[in-house]
């Protein structure tokens, strides 16, 4: 993630809050401590997802402090919160309406310029 320009994280939820195994993920990308400023550091981050009733808005609100703490760049500029995510998507994986994929296309063209626009510094430790 050193290299990267920006980081679009799709989260489930469970239990209200961040998925274990994704948050592990993120964990081990942030080791040893003195490289977190090199892999976070500035990163804009967008958050997404889709899950059950909530869509996700409990786990992606947890995800914040997170990445502050990591020192990368939350964008809340437009976030997607699909609810009822058994009934959006299709045998084959793929979002039932086009309202949806135009709201995720939306979100990841309004992410790419804003990370564009606002490229990281990548800080050194």
Known sequence: MTSADGLLLVTPEYNNSLPGVLKNA???ASRPADEIPKVFGDLPVA???AGGRSGTRLAQTA???VLRTLGARPWS???MFLDRAWERFGEDGRLRRDEYRERLAGLVGEFAAHCRELPRTRRAG
């Open 63 to 65: 995800w914040l402090p």
């Open 47 to 49: 958050l997404a997802g």
């Open 26 to 28: 993120v964990d081990w």
């Open 77 to 79: 500029a437009r976030m």
